[in-house]
């Protein structure tokens, strides 16, 4: 028989088993979800809601009025994000059922759009602070390159090269999310965890990152460490455990490596290359174009502005003002005390002139007044 039942199962095992585990999972869970749903408001799975609608003339419509019933349930508990994506794992179920809907039909809730939290150099230095040897390399690497975190614990040790003192990395394309390779660079902060890292690798097929061979285990674990960590630092410091309102995600994540190194390096090299540094796939044309020793020397352009431990500390503008007064002064200082220099230079020369020095005669007559007692003793 080649035709093959259409149901769940087929449906991952022949489908979507080529995308990343990722992928598949956030499809089961998302289908789970709307058979759940459609369970308790139909007291059917959603294969029987598809067979009934198949009866019917129009059966995307009747699918579509289930598929915004649930959207409307689910919009009271996940975020306008999360419910996109859950309904495109949906939807990609029902595509494989021949059922087609254009999720432009469904009416959403409002997207809620909160300012994205913007991790400080405190912050990061306090995280780094109380973590083991290999966690900090980690967390230093994901600042170094504004990679993903999956990205960066995938790496293996073939994947790594010392260029002119400096390590660089190849992320191979099945760890990027648009599955295109690209080259990163790490600062001279990463050298040292680097090396023993490397060192402690026994393959080339190593992982001097990574906790696991697979890289999505490996993305899970620094998930729960990084959050035992921030949960460490609630306590003296809340904004460790603050969450955003609309989705309940905490603010500070491991993500938020990368967008502290975006937006630095957004300062120097501007907006279109930060995206393709980090792998934004419309970008990274202009940035794959690049020899690999223009690739070093944008790197090196960016370095002092992600340093965390090796680089100067920012002045305020108040501090810049107080040096800069303070330089000031010391230069009033130097120029009164080059103009009394000045004056004193001026008035001996000036008494060389006025004053003439007194004959020889003069003196040995002065000498003699000096020695005669009967002068002396009136002193």
């Not at 503008?317 to 303070?326: A, S």
Request: charged share 35%.
């Amino acid at each position: 028989m080649l035709r093959k039942e259409k149901n769940f199962d087929n449906f991952l095992n022949d489908k979507i088993v080529n995308l990343s585990k990722s992928a598949k999972e956030s499809i089961v869970y998302s289908n789970r979800i709307f058979n759940e749903f459609c369970l308790k408001t139909h007291s059917k799975t959603t294969d029987d809601v598809i067979k009934e609608a198949r009866l019917d003339d129009d059966p995307e419509e009747i699918v579509l009025d289930v598929l915004q019933d649930w959207v409307n349930y689910m919009s009271h508990k996940v975020g306008y994000s999360a419910l996109r994506v859950y309904s495109s794992g949906i939807n990609r179920y029902l595509k494989y059922q021949k059922i087609r809907l254009d999720l432009k039909d469904i009416e959403w809730p409002q997207k809620i759009q909160e300012e994205r939290y913007a991790i400080s150099l405190g912050e990061i230095e306090k995280i780094l602070k109380i973590t083991s040897f290999k966690r900090k390399a980690y967390y230093i690497g994901l600042k170094d390159t504004g990679a993903r975190p999956i990205e960066l614990a995938g790496l293996r040790k073939k994947d790594f090269t010392l260029v002119k003192g400096k390590y660089k990395a190849l992320i191979p394309a099945y760890l990027t999310k648009k599955k295109i390779a690209r080259t990163i660079m790490f600062s001279r902060e990463s050298i040292p965890y680097l090396t023993t890292l490397l060192g402690r690798c026994v393959s080339d097929d190593d992982t001097p990152y990574g906790t696991n061979k697979d890289p999505e285990v490996s993305r899970e674990t620094e998930d729960k460490m990084f959050r035992f960590f921030c949960d460490k630092l609630a306590p003296e410091d809340p904004r460790f455990a603050a969450r955003y309102e609309s989705t309940g995600y905490h603010k500070i994540n491991l993500y938020c490596f990368r967008g502290y190194f975006f937006t630095h390096v957004m300062r120097v090299v501007g907006d279109d290359t930060a995206h393709a540094m980090i792998g934004h796939g419309a970008y990274l044309q202009t940035y794959q174009r690049r020899t690999d020793e223009e690739k070093m020397e944008l790197w090196d352009e960016i370095e002092p502005e992600i340093l965390v431990y090796q680089n100067k500390k920012k002045e305020t503008k108040k501090e810049l003002e107080q040096k800069m007064e303070k330089s000031a002064m010391q230069q009033q200082i130097k120029d009164q005390n080059d103009k009394l220099d000045l004056l004193t230079q001026q008035f001996t020369e000036f008494r060389k002139n006025i004053i003439p020095p007194a004959n020889e005669d003069i003196k040995n007559h002065m000498k003699k007044i000096l020695k005669d007692k009967r002068y002396n003793e009136d002193y």
